[in-house]
């Protein structure tokens, strides 16, 4: 399968034909850490096969894209340009600045109908209760006893000035309030994540079960085994 796209062995990872694409402000740090635990091997997107079941976790776009310039302007210790107004003008009209910016639609295009798109801002699900739903489905054989699924939570953190939790997410929230991202160009780019993004969260606290296979071609109800689907 010829895939134009590429971004880079960080991001992708396979165990036999189940693939995971990281999407970044979404987990992935998190996902990436539990993977690792598990014989997932890194490959290159361009690696990614027709017949490949693959899974990604995404939010809320317009969260995601809030989250993204707050880590710009907090790693560039540039938060006296939240005063400004004409900054604030200026980020109203960036719809992508960079790879955490990049739309979902753009970044799994080739591959979006085998991709199963999960909601990482589920009120109904934890990334973890998917995790190891999506497992139990296509990788019956891995021991969830053996996995430290605390691995992010365990880790300690030395936390530099711009990486206070409490400050980010004060800056956060100011963004949130003074950026009109919703209209004109945003809303152009995003209106396709925004609709990926809703059928997540509504397929997933409706019908986990039947959401977690609907994009490999496999029926539940019809009388087969619903974990003998992996090669």
Not at 67 to 93: G, P, R, V
Not at 186 to 197: N, P, V
Not at 213 to 230: E, L, P, Q
Request: charged share 25%.
């Amino acid at each position: 399968m010829h895939i134009k796209y590429n971004f880079g062995l960080q991001d992708t990872y396979r165990y036999k034909n189940i693939v995971y694409v990281s999407v970044p402000k979404c987990a992935s740090t998190y996902i990436r850490g539990l993977l690792q635990q598990i014989p997932f091997e890194k490959i290159n997107f361009s690696e990614i096969r027709g017949d490949d079941k693959i899974f990604t976790f995404i939010k809320n776009p317009r969260v995601r894209y809030i989250s993204a310039i707050e880590q710009k302007i907090t790693d560039a210790d540039a938060l006296h340009l939240m005063n400004d107004k004409s900054f604030l003008n200026f980020l109203n009209h960036i719809a992508i600045g960079d790879d955490n910016m990049i739309p979902y639609n753009i970044r799994f295009k080739g591959v979006t109908k085998q991709t199963l798109f999960l909601p990482c801002d589920s009120e109904k699900h934890s990334v973890t209760n998917l995790l190891k739903h999506y497992f139990d489905i296509h990788c019956p054989e891995i021991n969830h006893e053996k996995i430290n699924y605390d691995v992010e939570r365990n880790s300690s953190k030395n936390y530099g000035h711009n990486e206070i939790p409490d400050l980010r997410t004060r800056t956060r929230e100011f963004l949130d309030k003074n950026l009109y991202i919703h209209k004109g160009m945003f809303a152009m780019i995003y209106d396709e994540d925004l609709e990926t993004w809703k059928t997540a969260v509504s397929m997933t606290e409706h019908n986990l079960d039947q959401y977690l296979v609907s994009k490999y071609g496999i029926n539940n109800n019809d009388g087969t085994d619903k974990h003998n689907i992996i090669r």
